[in-house]
Each structure stands twice: as C-alpha cells, then as structure tokens.
C-alpha cells in the first residue's frame, strides 16, 4: 500500500471515529477520591473516608476488608490519613493501552519526565520516573508495597520490568513517605498494587501503529486464577508479551537534520567524510575530493537520520503469587516476577573523533596522492616528542615516503587530529538486555483481635549485558601504520591497510571487520530483603473519638550489592571510538537495619466545628553499615470542621545515604552537551560576543583562556572551533566521603465534598520540599559562567570553577579524545541544595443523566511555583530557577502548568466515551541571570541561542478513545492518541543536555509519535 493511500484511510478513520464519538471510560481516580470505580466520579454525600474510597476505587474488596492506603502501613480502613494519594485505576489503564508503565506515568502533572522510550542518546536502555522534578534516585517504586530490586547502582527500579496485566491500581504518594518506606523516598513511592483474590482467565490483547505507519507495537497477556480451599486460597499466574518497533529520526521532517541551536542551520558534526584534521594551529582543513588537497571545510555530517525517537523493545514477563490460610491465625503467601526485555538503541556510524592517530609518509594510500603527501608533511607534526609543530622539508618527505620500515633511518610518521566517519559501516548498535527476577515469601496473621503481625523475606536480582559494535582505536592505529595497500606492518591479526584518504566508499568491508569490534559491559545488582511488622487499632479509642488508634511498628533489613565491568577493550579510556565514557569496574556493597512505627489518633470526631480531628506522626531509624544511623521522623494531623470539608498537613524529615554509584562510580570521561565555547573562534570583543560582558576588552578574555589551557599559539587564530556536535567532555564519578542528604517536605490541603454539589470532590494541597547538604554536582553551565562569566568578575583563574576547567593542552578545546581531554570536572559533592514548591489541584464530578447516561469529569492539575538548584553553598555559586526553563543546566523541563481533563460520556447500551485532554504550559531559554544574584550568569547568552528557539508555547494534546463492551465476557477498546497530530517544538538539538535534547526537540517532554491509533480486545472467563 502507498505511504498516501494509508495515511488518507488513517485519516478517514480518525474522523469517523471523532464523529462517533465512541469513546473508552475509566480515567484517573484523582487524588479527589471516588468509592466508584467510574473516572471522575464524586464520592456519595457524606462520605466518611476519603482515603478508604480511593483505596477502593477498580476493586473487588468487601467493606469489611482491610485496605493499605500507600502512605501508611496501618490498616483499618476508616482512618484517614493527612496526605494525597493520586490512584490510577485499572480502567485507566485499560484506556490508554500502554505498552510500559512508564507510559502510563508519563503525563501524570507534577512529574517531570526522566529517561524513557523516547531517549535514544543518553539512555540506559530502562525508564524510571522523576516525581517533582527532584531526580530519579529520590523516589521508590514500590510493588505491593515491597521495593523492587533496581536495574543500576543508582537504586532506581525501571519501570519496564512492572507486570501491567494484574495490575488493579496505581498509588503515587507525595507527601513525604520517608517515615514509611524508607529516607529514599524523598520526593515520593510510586506503589503498584496487583489483584488480590483474581478468579478466572483473562486475556488481553492489543496492538497500535502510528498514522505514518511507522512505531507499531503489538502486546499481549494471559493471566489464570482461582480459588481453592473453600476460598482459603488462591493462586494467580500471568505472562505477557510486548514487542515495540523503532521510530527514525529520517521518518519525522522536524527530526531529519540536525540542527544548531546557535544558528538555526543544519548543523553536522566535524568527524564527517571525507577526512578533516585539526593540526598545524589553523582552522580545521578538509580533504577536497576534487583536487585531493587539504582546503577549507566545506562538509560535515547529519547525525539526526540514524538516531530513533522511539526505541524498539522486546520484553517477556511472569508474574505469580499465590497465597493459602492454614488457619484463622495463619496465611502464608509467596509472589514471583522474571522479566526478560531487550532494547536497541541507534547512534550515527562510529570513526576517528578527532583522534590522534600516526600515519607514516610511506602510507599505502597516500603513496596514490602525492600532493596530498606532501601537503602533510608541511603542515602537522613528525615529532610530538618536541614542542611545536614539527614539519618536514620537502627533501626530508621524499625519504620518508621510501622509507617502508619502521627501523629506517628515513622513515617518520606524521601526527594527525583527524576525523573520519565510517560511513560504509552504517549505525552503531546498542543493544540492552535485561533479565530481573525477585521471590519474596512470607506469613501473617492476627496477633489480637485488632492488631495484625506479618513476617517476609525477599530476595531479588538483576541483570544487565550492553553490547555495542564500534571501531577500534587500536585496530585503527595499526591500518594506518600500513606501507602498502594489501598488508600491514603486523600481520598476526588479520590486519587490513585502511584508507581515510578517499571519498565516501574507500573504506571497504574487508577494512571494516578489521577495525570493528562488539564490546560488552555488565551491570549486576541484588537485593536482599526481609521485615517483620505489626499493623492495626489498639482497641481503644480516646475519649471524644470513636474510631480506635491505629498503629504501625516494624523492622526492617536490606543488603544491596552491585557491580559494573566492561569487557577488556571497553574498560580502556579511548579504546572504543565514540564510547563516551570507558566502562571501568566498579562494585560495592551496604546494607541497613532499621525500625519504624507511625500512628493515627483520632482526637476528636462528632462535636461542633470538629467532625474530626486527627493527629498522625511518626519514625524511622535506619542504621547503615556506611554512614552510621539517620534518622526520620513526621508528624501531620488533619481536621474536618464540618463533614464537606477535610483540612490536611503534614512535615517530614528524611536523611537520605549516597547510593553506590554516587559512592563507588570511578572517574570517568563522558560527554555532556555546550553550543559555545567561551574561547572558541577569535575571542574578539565584538558586540555580544563576550561570555563575560564586563570584560574591558578582548585581552582579558584571551588571558583567562590561556590560564584555563588554550595554548598562547592558538589564542586569536580561530583555531578552537565550537564544540563538535554541540558536545564537550566532562569528567565524573563517586565519592566514598558523601554523607547523607536532609530532606525537609511540608504539605497542607483541603478536600472539599459539599453536600449541597452532589458527587463533586475536591482537593488542593500545597507542597515545599528542602533538599539540604545535597549530593548533586556542578552542572556545565555552572562552570562555564562561573569562570568565564559575571561569577568571575576579576577574571582570575584560580577562581573555583575556573579550576574545574580542564582543557587538552594541545589543542585548548573541551572535546576530543578522553585520554587527553578531561573537560569539565563534575565532581559529587554534599554541598548542594534543592527545592521544589508547588500545588496540586484535583477535582472529579459526576452526573446523571437519567435514560441517556451518565456524564463525568476528572481533573488533575499542578502549578509549581519553584524548582531551584545550587551546586555550591558560595555567594558566587548561581542559584538556578529551571521551573518553565529549559537549557542545558535545567533538564527536562518541569513546566510551571500541566493539568489532564477527563470528559467521559458513559451510555447505558454499553458504550462509553472519553476525551483526555493534556496540558503543558510555556516554556523558555534559561534567564541568562540568576535568582539569587543579578550580576551572577546563569542560561546561555541571548546571542548564542537562535531566537525562535528561546521559547516555546503552550502545548495541548487531545486523545481520544472509545470502550464497547460487546459482551459479558469481551470488551473492546479503541484510542487515537494525539487527536490533532500536534508536533512537538523545534528548538535545534544542542540547547539542552545529550539525553533530553534529541532531534530537535525534548523527547521526553512532548509527543513525537504524532497521531497514533491503538486497539484492544479483552476476554474475560
């Protein structure tokens, strides 16, 4: 079928889909609860437990059950707690046919994207989730309320591995849950909660494809269960299957060309074809195809075509537990999960980036070109064993090119800085396969008539093997060495002579295998477990009060280990052409002992302007092997002055340990992104130009350069160009020395449920959470402004940021090869500080519309007023506000407004119908000024960024879907995601950071699949 003729169908389709309206229901279950399992649907008049509802809310449970609110580990149903709960029900999920549960947690307003599907260069092959923009290492993703064991030595669980086919509901919980779960869960839990008594066979099937025809996924998933033992036992067993195709850069127009978030030009890196080098002082200098001299540079090369807006994953998950009572006063109960997936990512063809590489005068293929031979020999170095650049005379290059062995007198070898692209190999593949399995096993019981005892172990690992094909620096280095064209110097490896010297096409196949390599790097992590508690009422209540006390006490063991190698090449700074970083082994161990209890009181319930009043507090101890003993307490109350209306707070102390990357990660050169060099180009004074605007003149900056490792020859030639593909070199690793971090978190709100608006609730609560004594590191653009910007205002180079400067001493410029470029230094400190503020506004109505349906609406909103970091506690450190801001400091953005709107129109023949719409608000380029100090820089300069790429719109994205229950037993689901086919913004591919900047936009923010349908059928037995 023509790529027209499909896209007119979808088309057509897609319209008489919106003119039908036929649409799913079941939305989010908002913080403002609903003990129906409708989306946005109010609580019934005068409900009493607001959380118990949202606890409820897609489930089977009796009234008389006990349900676990996430946020506390007591309980009784009728206590309510003092903080939000946002629940995702199971019909949501059904809605949005996801394929992950990141997916499903993408859009959620307060959350900031992290590392997902949609990352390509940068990721890890896993998706975690970044709740309030305060790092993915500072949230837990909890299974049944029991942690998961992590993918990385960063201790965060990828959201890949979750089982989505007996998930009931989701609870992500903000409110400061350090006290409960652990002093790691300082912005939150995300806790999927799996079916506890499912009967039956379920299967679900679904499958999805963008309206280009591109990104289709197909998913699967069997689950079987029953009740056995007169219902004393049960036991549920589920598999799935998901398979997710990959999406281009070259499929989409706005991804295509990379482009410069400087210029607004298509902007291709310097290692292109044919051959450039960087000696000699001068501008670079390119290989004329034409004439076969070296001339000006007239070609780079397009990295966008190759790289993938959405990666291909292939994943194979089994999920069981089972549970069996012996007796009133004992059940024992098991669960299991093994989760197999891979993924692959795409990056442009590897070669020579700017690698300093030896070609003797006598070099087969420059034997073909001997103008270009001689060109050589009066530009770069024949002796990097002297200072200067060491030319040879014309007589002194004809001896050389007949000198073919290396014990010649004659023979010399020319030192090149080249680039080359090794085009004619295509892209370099990274694959990504995981294997996860975690058993945990326990018992519990009654201990008394209203307390509960329960005992578990668990025990879980991963495994993570990354393969990756490239070029070899070593291999490349020995074909060059080669004095003819068929063999080379050393042949006992099966050496074959290379030719960079040619068009696009001399590099042969046969040259390839020889330079090419698959590399492998393992990362191992496991967790082991175990924690015995009691939870429950007191059976007693104080004396104007009628709900009981209810409490909570446990202790607690968890041991993590972890370890990351890389094969022997891969472990080898600069080893593997455009590694990034070199896989250095790393391992390390540590393990806690804690106790914890926490209790509701109801104070006062049933009296004038105190329908309720309630006092929650709490602690934790944890004693770590590594830091000695932290401590975490909370303490929050909450009170109903008439039953519409419920008034909230609750602070909580955290001290969080460094985890064993930031602990145990050596040293490592990586890549980090930088459109401007502050020293690139002639350093002149013109108008704008200067990075530091009070400098007098263009001298003092040449001077700060040459103190910050530009050599003196190079300063005012335009010998340092910008940095290649936007990219520069930043070293990074752990620090064993890290002590713990303070989290502060204070949250106060309101539920409203007024008797007089039948099936209306609504919640606001306010939220301020301090990071103190930080484990952060200095971000690029803290460097770069705090040395060659306003926070260096007597220019001098033994400011501290300036001596986080390490430029090649050669060349001066802060990318190239890692052995000899240490760029920017980003060292792991606990000097940093965090905070975030914000609002969260829910509110849900329902209402009948007698013989035609019923019509509700769920809205859920977030308005952060503040996202603020500072790496260094000095007056001349910037205190950076990234809320609404983009750039490469502020990443991803944390939009200042995001909000979701659920319309559903549920019809009484079986049909419902849904619209979603999302909100992101405006967003701009980083103020160049910072918050805390006028004078001090920030953002990038206004001059370096192209002006239509400071800003950004407000974006609004519609899906819409539709559900049929055509049967008892079977249910049919359609979606179109992106009604509108809205395309994301275009801001160039260098004005963020590597990982969320990509084809031109911010992947991980905004949509870039574009209109996109889905479909799915479910059985039910």
């Known amino acids: 079928m023509k790529v027209t003729d499909f896209r007119s169908k979808l088309l057509t389709t897609s319209a008489v889909l919106a003119g039908s309206l036929l649409i799913s229901t079941q939305a989010f279950a908002q913080t403002a609860p609903a003990p129906a399992p409708e989306p946005g649907v109010a609580p019934k008049e005068n409900s009493e437990a607001v959380d118990k509802a949202k ?61 997902n599907q949609n990352v390509n260069n940068g990721g890890s092959g896993a998706a975690f989730i970044n709740l309030r923009g305060l790092g993915s290492n500072r949230n837990l993703v909890l299974l049944d309320g029991q942690r998961i064991v992590p993918v990385d030595l960063v201790a965060r669980t990828d959201l890949n591995q979750i089982p989505l086919a007996l998930i009931e509901r989701v609870d992500v919980f903000t409110g400061g849950a350090s006290t409960v779960y652990g002093a790691d869960a300082v912005s939150g839990v995300v806790n999927f909660v799996t079916k506890r008594n499912f009967s039956g066979v379920d299967l679900d099937l679904g499958s999805g494809i963008s309206e280009r025809g591109d990104g289709r996924f197909i998913r699967g998933a069997l689950t079987f269960g029953t009740n056995f033992a007169d219902n004393r036992g049960n036991v549920v067993l589920s598999s799935g299957y998901t398979d997710t195709k990959p999406i281009y850069y070259d499929y989409r127009d706005y991804s295509r060309v990379a482009t410069s978030s400087a210029t607004g030009l298509p902007q291709g890196s310097d290692t292109a074809v044919p051959l450039s080098i960087r000696n000699g002082g001068a501008a670079f200098t390119q290989l004329n195809t034409t004439t076969g001299l070296l001339g000006p540079r007239a070609s780079t090369y397009n990295t966008n075509p190759l790289n993938l807006l959405q990666t291909p994953l292939t994943r194979y998950n089994v999920f069981g537990k089972a549970r069996y009572e012996f007796s009133d006063k004992l059940e024992v109960y098991m669960t299991g999960m ?61 001896a050389a090119a007949a000198a073919t062995s290396p014990t010649s007198a004659a023979y010399r070898e020319l030192l090149l800085t080249a680039d080359r692209r090794f085009v004619e190999d295509g892209p370099r593949v990274t694959t990504y396969n995981f294997n996860t399995f975690q058993f945990t096993g326990g018992a519990r019981g009654p201990l008394t008539s209203t307390l509960n005892w329960d005992v578990w172990v668990g025990y879980g690992e991963s495994n993570r093997t990354t393969s990756a094909t490239s070029g070899l620096l070593a291999n490349v280095q020995q074909a060059l060495r080669a004095t003819n064209t068929t063999t080379c110097t050393v042949t006992t490896n ?18 390839l295998a020889f330079i090419k390599a698959t590399t492998y790097n393992f990362v191992d992590t496991n967790l082991t477990q175990a924690q015995a508690s009691i939870s429950g009422d007191l059976g007693f209540a104080l004396p104007w009060a009628t709900q009981p006390v209810g409490i909570s006490a446990g202790l607690e063991y968890r041991k993590y280990f972890g370890f990351s190698r890389g094969d022997a090449i891969s472990a080898v700074p600069g080893a593997v052409l455009g590694a990034g970083a070199a896989a250095l082994p790393q391992q390390g161990t540590y393990y806690t002992k804690e106790a914890y209890a926490e209790a509701i009181v109801p104070l006062i319930e049933n009296r004038p302007f105190f329908n309720n009043l309630t006092l929650e507090f709490g602690g934790r101890v944890a004693d770590y092997n590594l830091t000695g003993k932290n401590y975490t307490y909370k303490i929050g109350g909450s009170w109903s002055p008439v039953r519409d209306l419920k008034i909230r707070a609750m602070y909580t102390r955290a001290a969080r340990a460094a985890n064993l990357s930031e ?39 040449q001077q700060l350069c040459v103190a910050t490792g530009v050599p003196q020859s190079i300063i005012g030639t335009g010998a340092i160009p910008a940095p290649s593909s936007g990219q520069i070199q930043t070293t990074q690793g752990g620090n064993p020395l890290l002590e713990p971090e303070i989290a502060k978190t204070f949250t106060v709100g309101a539920v409203l449920q007024p008797r007089f608006v039948p099936n209306f609730a609504l919640t606001v609560d306010y939220y301020n959470i301090d990071v103190e004594r930080a484990i952060t590191n200095p971000t690029v ?27 090649n001493t050669a060349t001066g410029r802060l990318d190239g090869e890692a052995t000899t470029t240490p760029g920017l230094q980003l060292a792991l400190s606990n000097q940093g500080f965090l905070q975030t503020r914000g609002v969260d506004v829910t509110a849900n109505y329902r209402q009948d519309l007698g013989s035609f349906g019923r019509l509700s609406f ?164």
């Open 55 to 115: 606890a409820e809310q897609a489930t089977d449970a009796t009234p008389e059950q006990e349900l676990v609110v996430t946020g506390t580990r007591i309980t009784n149903p009728n206590l309510v707690q003092s903080s939000p709960v946002q629940v995702i029900g199971e019909g949501e999920i059904q809605l949005q046919q996801v394929t992950s549960a990141e997916e499903l947690l993408h859009d959620l307003p307060g959350q900031v994207p992290s590392l």
């Open 494 to 511: 099966s050496c074959v002579p290379l030719n960079i010297f040619g068009p696009q096409g001399s590099i042969t196949q046969a040259q």
């Open 338 to 398: 093994w989760t197999k997936s891979k993924v692959v990512f795409n990056a442009a063809p590897t070669g020579i980036f700017g690698n300093n590489v030896f070609v003797p005068v006598s070099n087969g293929y420059l034997a073909q070109n001997i103008p270009l031979r001689n060109q050589l020999c009066g530009l770069v170095d024949s002796n990097p064993n002297v200072n200067g650049v060491q030319t040879l005379t014309q007589a002194e290059c004809d």
């Open 858 to 1021: 769920a809205f859920q909103g977030n308005r952060t007023f503040r996202s603020t970091f500072k790496a260094i506690p000095s007056p001349l450190s910037p205190l950076r506000e990234c809320t609404g801001f983009y750039s490469a400091s502020c990443q991803p953005i944390q939009p200042k407004i995001s909000w979701s709107l659920r319309t559903t129109l549920s019809w009484l023949n079986g049909l419902d119908t849904s619209l979603n719409w999302r909100h992101i608000s405006k967003a701009r380029i980083e103020p160049r000024t910072c918050i805390n100090d006028p004078a001090l820089s920030c953002g990038p300069l206004a001059s370096t960024i192209f002006d239509a790429y400071e800003r950004i719109p407000a974006y609004d994205y519609f899906d819409l879907s539709n559900r049929f229950q055509a049967t008892d037993h079977m249910t049919f689901t359609f979606t179109v995601q992106n009604l509108l086919d809205k395309q994301p913004p275009f801001v160039g591919n260098t004005v963020g950071a590597t990982a969320f900047n990509g084809g031109n936009t911010f992947p991980s923010n905004y949509d870039v699949v574009g209109r996109n349908y889905r479909v799915g059928v479910n059985l039910k037995f």
């Open 781 to 807: 653009n803290d460097i770069i402004s705090g040395c060659y910007g306003a926070g260096n205002p007597n220019f001098s180079a033994t400011n501290l940021f300036c001596t986080l400067v390490k430029r």
């Open 663 to 701: 602990l145990y990660q050596p040293q490592v050169v990586a890549l980090s992104n930088l459109t401007t060099d502050p020293c690139q180009g002639q350093i002149t004074n013109a108008a704008g130009t200067n990075y530091n605007a009070t400098l007098a003149g263009s001298t003092a900056l």
